[in-house]
T-cell receptor
């Protein structure tokens, strides 16, 4: 089983619909992140959480919300999807005190908003 | 504003060539420099560098950090078609308990057979 699991892997949704992307991890890390990746723009941070009670906005949080249901689960919601939210979304975890020190990424969710 | 700049953005070489990918950074509270390889989906960790001048190696890949000049390079020798990927550089920051990573836009490397 993957250390960081994202569901769904692919999703097509209509403008205005609410959609939730889910992430679960088995690494026991406290820190979890949501990124989006767009061609030519790299990875941009949407939200991050350092523990269940600690949620922080990233650089592009508008139009998104998150929920940290447990240490292992971190969900990203698009309340009313719009086409420019079409992107590849990654969840990641980190533990700065344990190898490999960087982030462990999920396999990504490719979201298309039509 | 914290930023990480990678160059070139795109590179095409022939199998067997050696390539050098560049990463410069301007960030506050620098902690580490990270390199990732992204093939079809999720980025996978390659290296983390925290000290200047100490080369890290993994097979044909190596990387080094210069904290004075604020840059890092990733070298790949004897390239193979399987090295084709996007290579991401990221700067890890730490401000109190706030631990974040800032990514560059990546270098898309394509190896021709």
């Amino acid at each position: 089983d993957a250390d960081v699991t994202q569901t769904p892997r692919n999703r097509i949704t209509k403008t205005g619909k609410r959609i939730m992307l889910e992430c679960s991890q088995t690494k026991g890390h406290d820190r979890m992140y949501w990124y989006r990746q767009d061609p030519g723009l790299g990875l941009r941070l949407i939200y991050y959480s350092f523990d269940v009670k600690d949620i922080n906005k990233g650089e592009i949080s508008d139009g998104y919300s998150v929920s940290r249901q447990a240490q292992a689960k971190f969900s990203l919601s698009l309340e009313s999807a719009i086409p420019n939210q079409t992107a590849l979304y990654f969840c990641a975890t980190s533990d700065p005190d344990s190898p490999p020190y960087g982030y462990t990424f999920g396999s990504g969710t490719r979201l298309t908003v039509v | 504003e914290d930023k990480v700049v990678q160059s070139p953005l795109s590179l095409v070489v022939h199998e067997g060539d050696t390539v050098t990918l560049n990463c410069s950074y301007e960030v506050t509270n620098f902690r580490s420099l990270l390199w990732y390889k992204q093939e079809k989906k999720a980025p996978t960790f390659l290296f983390m560098l925290t000290s200047s001048g100490i080369e890290k190696k993994s097979g044909r890949l190596s990387s080094i950090l210069d904290k004075k000049e604020l840059f890092s390079i990733l070298n790949i020798t004897a390239t193979q078609t399987g090295d084709s990927a996007i290579y991401l550089c990221a700067a890890g920051l730490q401000m109190n308990r706030d631990d974040k990573i800032i990514f560059g836009k990546g270098t898309r490397l394509h190896i021709l057979p």
